[in-house]
T-cell receptor, first 113, second 115 residues
Framework: AQSVSQHNHHVILSEAASLELGCNYS??????LFWYVQYPGQHLQLLLK??????LVKGIKGFEAEFIKSKFSFNLRKPSVQWSDTAEYFC???????????FGSGTRLQVQP | DAGVIQSPRHEVTEMGQEVTLRCKPI?????LFWYRQTMMRGLELLIY????????DSGMPEDRFSAKMPNASFSTLKIQPSEPRDSAVYFC?????????????FGSGTQLSVL
């Protein structure tokens, strides 16, 4: 079975601070990895994804994530957050050959102006 | 394309009542997913369909929950009878086959409150 752990449930940062949200997954094979964002009152949107190749992937709005296979991790980063980044962030994993994504429990990010 | 369309956006009902949530996937997408989001458990996969056939319903919490996909453009998630612990946001998502099948397109969700 595949599973995802997000260690930070609630993160509060000031604007311009750097962000790193942790994500670890469990799956006994090759995986596809995703980060989704849910802004207040909106539905989930894809931020970035990793399938293969360069383990450092860049997404929208200045976000990036690094896949470290040896650590089963896919942490999300942003060098300088903005107030508009306030949202809930979900890491997700999908084993190759499977259709459904398994999501982590989410991390609520609050950016204070 | 209008995206994945869910209805209703909000549903408030009393315990014991039947609740039916509806979803229209994006035209041409052959996979449809139902997820439930709660504060306690985050986003959970309930069931997904491929070509209108249920593939994995292991996430359906109990027999009170049922889902159908009678055709490629419509799916329902039914709870009968509903209970307060079913209160959550229910998301429907669809994805295409082929090169874009990693993309999961979510609807706006149905906020369900069972009193």
């Amino acid at each position: 079975a595949q599973s995802v752990s997000q260690h930070n449930h609630h993160v509060i940062l000031s604007e311009a601070a750097s962000l790193e949200l942790g994500c670890n997954y469990s799956y006994g094979g090759t995986v596809n990895l995703f980060w989704y964002v849910q802004y207040p009152g909106q539905h989930l949107q894809l931020l970035l994804k990793y399938f293969s190749g360069d383990p450092l992937v860049k997404g929208i709005k200045g976000f990036e994530a690094e896949f470290i296979k040896s650590k089963f991790s896919f942490n999300l980063r942003k060098p300088s957050v903005q107030w508009s980044d306030t949202a809930e962030y979900f890491c997700a994993v999908r084993g190759t050959g499977r259709r459904a994504l398994t999501f982590g429990s989410g991390t609520r990010l609050q950016v204070q102006p | 394309d209008a995206g994945v369309i869910q209805s209703p956006r909000h549903e408030v009902t009393e315990m014991g009542q039947e609740v039916t949530l509806r979803c229209k996937p994006i035209s041409g997408h052959n996979s449809l997913f139902w997820y439930r989001q709660t504060m306690m458990r985050g986003l959970e996969l309930l069931i997904y369909f491929n070509n209108n056939v249920p593939i994995d319903d292991s996430g359906m919490p109990e027999d009170r929950f049922s889902a159908k996909m009678p055709n490629a453009s419509f799916s329902t998630l039914k709870i009968q009878p509903s209970e307060p612990r079913d209160s959550a946001v229910y998301f429907c998502a669809s994805s295409p086959t082929g090169a874009d099948n990693e993309k999961l397109f979510f609807g706006s969700g149905t906020q369900l409150s069972v009193l």
